[in-house]
C-alpha cells in the first residue's frame, strides 16, 4: 500500500471551488457537449465541466498525471481521456460516464503516454492510440470495457491521431509521421485490418484528420501548412492544397462543414474558413496563440476556439470577430500574493506577466507584461498601493493594482535576477532576495527609493524572505542550507539553522518565537524497507533566540516541498511541492487535517488569505487552483 494514498485516505478531503486554467497543449481539448450546456477541457490531472450559462464548474478526478489527451462520444453519454506518465510506466485509458459524473471505466495496456482517443459513431467502441513509446493501437469495447484487439500503429515513423468514420463502428483512420491508414475492425477474428493510403511522392506529417458526413473523403491537416484530401474507397490522394500560400505553422485543427468548406486552426494563431473547392481562403483572423481545439457552438454560427496560450474564444462565423472568454497562463507560476486583510483578489506571475484576478466569479482583470525578462516573484504592499515585482533582468518595478502604470523600478536590485521579496508592515520598507545570494534592504520614499543596506552572508540563491509584524526583523532562506534572521534596525544577523538542505520556504508561527522550515531535505526512517517508511522530506520547527530544532514532521513521501505558508491566527499551516499535494496541517499538533486531490503539475506557491476564506495554490502546468479552507479563523 502506497504510503501517500494511505495517508490521502485517512485524512478528510478539502473541496475544491474553482480552477483557473486550462490546458491548450493537449490536441483538441477543448469540447462542447451536445447539450451546449458545459464546456469541457483539461488541466493537470482533472477534466473540468465548466457550465456554459454561469461558469461554474465541476471536477473529474481519476488520473494520477497530466491529461494528455481526451475524447466526447457524438450521444454525450461517455468522455474518455488519456495520461501522460513517467517512463516505463503504463498510462490509462478514463472513461468517464457523463450523467453520472463518475468512472466508467479504467483501461490499461499503454506504456508511458495514450497520445489519442476517439469514439465510435454509435458509442460501441473506443480506439486508443499509444505515444512514441508504445506505438500501439487498441480497440475497447466500451460497453464491457474490456480489449477487442491491439495492433501496432505503423510500420515506420509514428502515429498521432486516430478518427472514427461517421457511419460505421468499424472502421476509423490513423495518422502521423510518415503513416496514414484506414484500419477496419473484425470482431469475429478480434483484428483490425489497416490499409496504407496512397499519397505518391506527397509526403507529410499529418496532426490532424476530419472525415466528410458521408465518409467520401478524409481531410488531412500537416506540418507544412497545406491539407490533402484522400479518397476514403480508393485509399488514394485526391487533391491537396492551397498550392502557393500554405498555412504558417502548420495545421493543428481541422473542421469540416456541412456545405463542405473548411475551418482551419493553424500553429501560428490563424483561425481561416477555407473553400472546398481550391482550399483557398475565404475570412481568417490571427489570434494570440496556435489554436489547438476548435466547437461548434450553436447553429447560429458560434465557434468556441482554444488556443495553445491557454485561452478560449468564441468566434463569430458570419465576420470572423473574437470575444475572449477566459484566459490562464501556459507555463509554470512562480509566485502568488494576496493583499493583506483583503480576499476579493488576488495576483499571479508567470514568465514575463503578471495577472489580476477575481476570487469570487474566477476572472482576469488586469495583466502586466514586460518583454523578454521572467517576474520570479511578487507582492502587494500592505496598504494595497501598489504590487511590487522582482524580475530575472534584476529590477524591482512597482505597478498601480487598480491601473497597472508603472509606479517604481529600482534598477539594478540584484545583479543575477531578484528571487524573492517582501514589504514591511508600514509600507515603507522592501526586503528583497536576489541569486546571488544577498539580501537587500530598501527604504520606498515619496519620490522614489533608497537602498538601506546589503546583507551578505548567503552563499546561493535567496529562496523566500518573511518580515516580522513590527518590522524590526526578518527571516530569510537560502539554497546553501542557512535560514539566517537578521535586525533590520542595525542591520546585522542575529541568529541561524543550518541544516543538509535546500531551503525553499519558512514562516514565522503567530507569536514569532519560532520558525518552520522547508526544502529538499531528505531523512531514512527507521524501517526503510517498510513502504510507510522509506525517506521523507521534513517540516522543521526552529526556536528564533537560539536556532535549535525543537520538531520534525515528516512532511512528503516524494519530492522538495516548494511552498509553506500559516494563517493569520497561527492555528494552521499549509505545503505544497513536488509530490502534487496540497496539505493543511494543524500546527501545534503536527498533524495533517485535510488534504487536496493530487494535481497533474507540482506545486509552486501557495497562500491562505487573512479571514481563513480562501486558499489558492498554483502548479507548474499553469493552473490556479482555489480551495474552501477547512478551518475557520479563531476568534
Keep these: ?158 502515429c498521432l491521431t486516430v478518427e472514427f468514420f461517421h457511419t460505421s463502428d468499424n472502421i476509423f483512420a490513423s495518422a502521423g509521421s510518415g503513416t496514414l491508414r484506414i484500419w477496419e475492425l473484425d470482431l469475429t477474428n478480434r483484428r483490425i485490418w489497416p490499409t496504407d493510403c496512397r499519397t505518391g511522392k506527397l509526403k507529410r506529417t499529418v496532426k490532424c484528420v476530419e472525415i466528410s458526413m458521408c465518409d467520401q473523403y478524409m481531410f488531412c491537416g500537416t506540418t507544412s501548412g497545406d491539407v490533402m484530401k484522400i479518397n476514403t474507397r480508393l485509399k488514394l490522394l485526391n487533391n491537396c492544397g492551397p498550392a502557393r500560400a500554405k498555412f504558417s505553422g502548420g495545421i493543428n485543427v481541422l473542421k469540416v462543414l456541412n456545405s463542405g468548406d473548411m475551418i482551419i486552426g493553424t500553429g501560428s494563431g490563424t483561425l481561416a474558413l477555407c473553400s472546398k473547392n481550391n482550399f483557398q481562403t475565404v475570412r481568417e483572423i490571427e489570434l494570440e496563440n496556435g489554436v489547438t481545439s476548435v466547437a461548434f457552438s450553436d447553429e447560429g454560427g458560434q465557434l468556441l476556439v482554444g488556443t495553445e496560450g491557454a485561452q478560449m474564444y468564441r468566434v463569430s462565423f458570419e465576420d470572423f470577430k473574437a470575444d475572449l472568454l477566459c484566459t490562464g497562463h501556459r507555463s509554470t507560476i512562480h509566485d502568488i500574493a494576496i493583499p493583506f486583510a483583503m480576499s476579493q483578489v488576488f495576483a499571479t506571475c508567470s514568465e514575463e506577466e503578471i495577472r489580476l484576478w477575481r476570487v469570487n466569479k474566477p476572472k482576469e482583470l488586469m495583466r502586466l507584461s514586460v518583454p523578454n525578462v521572467t517576474c520570479n516573484t511578487l507582492c502587494f504592499m500592505t496598504d494595497g498601493h501598489g504590487i511590487i515585482s522582482g524580475w530575472s533582468d534584476g529590477k524591482i518595478r512597482m505597478f498601480d493594482p487598480k491601473n497597472g502604470k508603472p509606479l517604481l523600478i529600482m534598477n539594478n536590485a540584484h545583479n543575477m535576477g531578484v528571487t524573492t521579496i517582501a514589504n514591511s508592515r508600514d509600507s515603507k520598507k522592501i526586503v528583497s532576495g536576489g541569486r546571488e545570494g544577498q539580501v537587500r534592504v530598501w527604504e520606498l520614499q515619496s519620490q522614489g527609493h533608497r537602498l538601506l543596506n546589503t546583507l551578505a552572508e548567503h552563499k546561493e540563491t535567496v529562496t523566500c524572505v518573511k518580515i516580522k509584524s513590527d518590522d524590526s526583523e526578518c527571516v530569510t532562506a537560502s539554497t546553501d542550507g542557512t535560514c539566517i534572521i537578521w535586525d533590520l534596525v542595525r542591520f546585522v544577523s542575529l541568529q541561524r539553522v543550518i541544516a543538509n538542505t535546500l531551503f525553499r520556504s519558512v514562516c514565522y508561527n503567530l507569536d514569532e518565537h519560532q520558525i518552520i522550515t522547508s526544502g529538499t531535505d531528505r531523512k531514512v526512517l527507521s524501517d526503510p524497507m517498510d513502504p510507510l517508511q522509506g525517506d521523507v522530506t521534513r517540516i522543521t520547527y526552529w526556536y528564533v533566540l537560539d536556532g535549535t530544532s525543537i520538531r520534525e514532521l515528516e512532511g512528503s513521501q516524494s519530492g522538495a516541498i516548494n511552498t509553506m505558508h500559516v494563517t493569520t491566527d497561527g492555528n494552521h499551516f499549509v505545503t505544497g511541492g513536488e509530490d502534487k499535494q496540497l496539505k493543511v496541517w494543524d500546527y501545534t499538533l503536527g498533524d495533517v487535517t485535510h488534504v487536496g486531490m493530487p494535481l497533474g503539475a507540482s506545486i509552486t506557491s501557495t497562500k491562505i488569505c487573512s479571514s481563513n476564506r480562501v486558499l489558492v495554490c498554483t502548479t507548474a502546468d499553469g493552473g490556479i487552483w482555489q480551495w474552501k479552507f477547512p478551518h475557520p479563523p479563531s476568534s
Design 1 to 158: 500500500m502506497d504510503a501517500k494514498d494511505d495517508e490521502a485516505r485517512s485524512n478528510p478531503e478539502m473541496e475544491l471551488e474553482a480552477v483557473i486554467g486550462f490546458n491548450g497543449h493537449v490536441p483538441f481539448g477543448l469540447k462542447l457537449h451536445p447539450d451546449k450546456k458545459y464546456l469541457i477541457y483539461p488541466l493537470g490531472s482533472l477534466v473540468i465541466l465548466k457550465r456554459t450559462d454561469d461558469g461554474k464548474q465541476e471536477f473529474l478526478h481519476g488520473h494520477s498525471n497530466n491529461v494528455s489527451c481526451i475524447s466526447l462520444s457524438k450521444s454525450g453519454d461517455y468522455i474518455a481521456s488519456g495520461q501522460a506518465n513517467v517512463v516505463a510506466v503504463k498510462a490509462p485509458v478514463i472513461i468517464w460516464n457523463y450523467a453520472a459524473r463518475a468512472i466508467h471505466g479504467q483501461l490499461l495496456l499503454h506504456k508511458v503516454k495514450v497520445e489519442a482517443v476517439a469514439f465510435s459513431p454509435n458509442d460501441k467502441h473506443l480506439v486508443s492510440l499509444g505515444g512514441q513509446d508504445d506505438g500501439s493501437i487498441v480497440v475497447w469495447n466500451v460497453e464491457t470495457k474490456q480489449a477487442i484487439c491491439k495492433s501496432s500503429a505503423s510500420t515506420y515513423g509514428y
